[in-house]
C-alpha cells in the first residue's frame, strides 16, 4: 500500500503562484509514475500532470501547459506541482495519484491522496 499526502494549497490572487507538494510513503517511490488531477465544484476530476518514474517523461494539460510544472524527489519519496500564473479557473481540489504500470493521462491509478483545496481569487 503507498499512501499520498497533499500539502501546499490555499488562497492566491490571479497572477500568483503555488507549489503543492505530495509525500508518499509505503513503499517503493522510485518505482510509481505519479500524476496530479484536479476536480472543480460540479465537475468531473480531470487531468492536470504526469510524471514516469524515472522522471525522463512529464505530460500536461493544454491548460496548464507553459504554467504548471510538475517534477519528483526520490530521496524525499515526494513529487511536486509548481504553479505559476495562477488563473481564477484553476480554483479546485487537487489530488496526487500514482501507478507503477503506466504513466499516464485517464484515471486510471492505483492510489490516491485526499486533496488539498487551491482557491485563486480574482
Known amino acids: 500500500q503507498l499512501q499520498l499526502v497533499e500539502s501546499g494549497g490555499g488562497l492566491v490572487q490571479a497572477g500568483g503562484s503555488l507549489r503543492l507538494s505530495c509525500a508518499t510513503s509505503?513503499?517503493?517511490?522510485?518505482?510509481?509514475?505519479m500524476g496530479w488531477f484536479r476536480q472543480a465544484p460540479g465537475k468531473d476530476r480531470e487531468f492536470v500532470a504526469a510524471?514516469?518514474?524515472?522522471?525522463?517523461?512529464?505530460y500536461y494539460a493544454d491548460s496548464v501547459k507553459g504554467r504548471f510544472t510538475i517534477s519528483r524527489d526520490d530521496a524525499l519519496n515526494t513529487v511536486y506541482l509548481q504553479m505559476n500564473s495562477l488563473k481564477p479557473e484553476d480554483t479546485a481540489v487537487y489530488y496526487c495519484?500514482?501507478?507503477?504500470?503506466?504513466?499516464?493521462?485517464?484515471?486510471?491509478?492505483?492510489?490516491w491522496g485526499q486533496g488539498t483545496q487551491v482557491t485563486v481569487s480574482s
Open positions: 510524471i514516469s518514474w524515472n522522471g525522463g517523461s512529464t
Open positions: 509505503g513503499r517503493t517511490f522510485s518505482s510509481y509514475n
Open positions: 495519484a500514482a501507478n507503477n504500470e503506466v504513466v499516464t493521462t485517464t484515471l486510471e491509478y492505483d492510489y
